[in-house]
Each structure stands twice: as C-alpha cells, then as structure tokens.
C-alpha cells in the first residue's frame, strides 16, 4: 500500500516550452502533497507543499508562476514548469502524505520515483 | 527546523555492520527522528523512525540516546544494493508537520 506515482518518468523539452508532471497516490487519499527539486549529487529542495483544494505554499525562491502547482483532487497534483530553460532541468520527485495515522502511523512521506527533465 | 549533520560519504564491505549518524542538536520536545533511502534517480524510501531509546525494524535500528540531540541508523550485515544515499530528518512528523528539510545526506558506498 501506499504508491505514489509520476508520469512522465522522463520529459526532453525544448527551450520555451512548458511541461506539466504528475502526482498520483494510488491507493490512499493524500491531503498534502510536496515537490522537491534534486540537481545531481545533491539533496532534495523542498519547492513547494500543496494541500488539495487550495492554493500551495512556495519555499523562498522558488517561482510560483513558473512552477504551477495544481493539488485537484485527494489523489492528484501537477506540476507545470511553464516557459522552461536548460537551467530547469533536474530531477523533480513529489511526495504525498495522507490523513495521519490513516496511511502510516509514522505520518511518513511517501515518495513517487522522480521525473527526469531535460531541457535543450 | 532542526539541522542535522551527517558525514558526507561511507564506505563499507558485504557482510559489514554500518552505523550511520546523524548529529540535530537542537532538536525539539515532539520532533521525531526519521531516515529516508535514495538510491540513484528513484524517490526516497522510509526506512525508520524513532523518538528515542532504540526501534527497530526488518530492515535497520535507530539508536537515539537520552539527550536526543544525535541519533545513530545501523545496519546489519550490508549488501551491494544497500549503496544509497541515507537522509536523516528530523520534524514533528506525527502531527503532519515540518519533517520536510533533507540535508546533504550520507553516501554509503558497499564494496564487495
């Protein structure tokens, strides 16, 4: 129990264009929703936290009108990185934890495997 | 948020004990200690977590002594696929809080 999914696992993309990531628990409701930004050798970033139905919270820096984060459903989030540019490719990973102690009694985060973005 | 400090890399044989630790000396009253796996380009995975003394589980053991301000992640007898990065955050995950700050990690390299 507990799958969370991505898709695509691996995006190329154009300079210029925009990609749109999905977040989906398989088999548990997920009221908060995270996406992390992880470069090559390095820790996971916190980007953002979404909780389903409203707006979410952006850390320090990180653009919210070019990282759209759409947390629509309990089981869905999206991540759209709009206008995308060679410095935006990374490893982007989501996490998502459901109601505590409903899912883990650990209130754990469980975490989708990644998408891999490539910009040219 | 309370920082951790943890050593940059290890290294370990098959069949070897590893204790990684993790140092969060300013840790609060309901911060809970728990431990993440990444292996390269996949999410990371719990492993455990604990709020002191010892847990333990089919995978690892969290030592946490009585100041709580570090905590040691062992593993019994390690195999090659055990070579991951090991995250050691620390956050009041039981009331859906702040256990969101990964630090740099430890890279644990299982030689054969």
């Known amino acids: 129990g507990a799958v969370v999914s991505q898709h695509p696992s691996r995006v190329i993309c154009k300079s210029g264009t925009s990609v749109k990531i999905e977040c989906r628990s398989l088999?548990?409701?997920?009221?908060?929703m995270f996406w992390y930004r992880q470069f090559p050798k390095k820790s996971l970033m916190l980007m953002a936290t979404?909780?389903?139905?409203?707006?979410?919270?952006?850390e320090q820096g990180v653009e919210k009108d070019k990282f759209l984060i759409n947390h629509a459903s309990l089981t869905l989030s999206t991540l759209t990185v709009t206008s995308a540019h060679p410095e935006d490719s990374s490893f982007y990973i989501c996490?998502?934890?459901?109601?505590?102690?409903?899912?883990?009694?650990?209130?754990?985060?469980?975490f989708g495997p990644g998408t891999r973005l490539t910009v040219l | 948020l309370a920082k951790t400090t943890q050593p940059i890399s290890m290294d370990s044989y098959e069949g070897q004990e590893v204790n990684i630790t993790c140092s969060h000396n300013?840790?609060?009253?309901?911060?809970?200690i728990t431990w993440y796996q990444q292996f390269p380009s996949q999410g990371p995975r719990f492993i455990i977590q604990?709020?002191?003394t010892k847990v333990t589980n089919e995978v690892a053991s969290l030592f946490i002594p009585a100041d709580r301000k570090s905590s040691t992640l062992s593993l019994p007898r390690v195999s090659l696929s055990d070579t991951a990065v090991y995250y050691c955050?620390?956050?009041?995950?039981?009331?859906?809080?702040?256990?969101?700050?990964f630090g740099g990690g430890t890279r644990l390299m299982v030689k054969p």
């Open positions: 996490s998502a934890r459901g109601a505590s102690g409903r899912v883990s009694p650990y209130n754990e985060q469980f």
């Open positions: 604990g709020y002191k």
């Open positions: 088999d548990f409701q997920a009221t908060t």
């Open positions: 300013n840790i609060a009253t309901n911060d809970y």
């Open positions: 955050l620390v956050g009041d995950g039981r009331n859906a809080g702040n256990m969101l700050t």
């Open positions: 979404s909780n389903e139905g409203s707006k979410a919270t952006y």
